[in-house]
């Protein structure tokens, strides 16, 4: 194992830890308050900032402060929520369940997190070091990588450079097939069909206009 090796295996083992001691609702909850809270703040952010009592302060501030409300607003209940759902599931006793399923939920968001990081250490020359291509894990890493590069525009996706292979079984250069540009096949001269004549055909023919011209 290299210091790449150790690095993943820290920041799957933190995940994880929080999530036992959040436990599984919390961390649906909490991540559920992020994606709610940013959605009601694109969609009600401009709506509320015109009801604010901000009208002589500049407009930029006044949309800042309408936005900032909506997703505080949204985060914290949610949060609170989650908490309080929490604490009526362990004093039934699920408690052991919930942070069971907490500690899986910690370890697939801890993966998930490995592969944003290989993916954005693909833009700089972090993957061409000795510690990193001689890691355990960063081949795995490196083709799920490519699996979401893959979905990126041409443009945005050619600045990460995700290496090749995987240590998964079947997953050799599965990187280079998901995000391989697609070619189009060479035509290639297709050899007529039509019989040629036989050898010999035109000395035949000038034979035949000799002979009407000297009749």
């Not at 436990?23 to 015109?50: H, Y």
């Not at 000795?130 to 083709?143: I, V």
């Not at 035509?187 to 069909?193: A, E, F, I, N, V």
Request: charged letters at 15%; one cysteine or more; glycine letters at 8%.
């Amino acid at each position: 194992m290299t210091a790449f090796d150790y690095v993943i295996l820290a920041l799957v083992t933190v995940s994880a830890a929080i999530g036992v001691w959040r436990g599984v609702i919390r961390e649906v909850f909490a991540l559920g308050a992020w994606v709610v809270a940013i959605v009601c703040m694109v969609l009600f952010g401009q709506t509320v900032a015109a009801a604010l009592p901000l009208s002589g302060q500049a407009p930029w501030l006044q949309s800042l402060a309408g936005y900032a409300t909506v997703f505080i607003v949204v985060f914290v209940s949610l949060s609170v929520l989650g908490f309080l759902f929490t604490k009526m599931v362990r004093a039934v006793g699920l408690s052991f369940i919930d942070r069971a399923l907490g500690m899986m939920f910690g370890m697939v968001r801890g993966a998930l997190i490995a592969v944003l990081l290989v993916l954005v250490a693909g833009a700089t020359g972090l993957p061409q070091t000795d510690w990193w291509r001689e890691s355990a894990s960063a081949k795995p890493l490196e083709t799920f990588a490519a699996l979401l590069r893959s979905k990126f525009p041409d443009d945005l996706a050619k600045r990460f450079k995700v290496a090749a292979g995987s240590a998964l079984p079947g997953g050799e250069g599965l990187a280079e097939r998901v995000y391989a540009p697609q070619t189009k096949p060479n035509k290639q001269h297709t050899p007529s069909l039509q019989p040629s004549p036989p050898a010999g055909g035109r000395q035949i023919a000038f034979t035949v206009k000799d002979f009407l011209c000297v009749a």
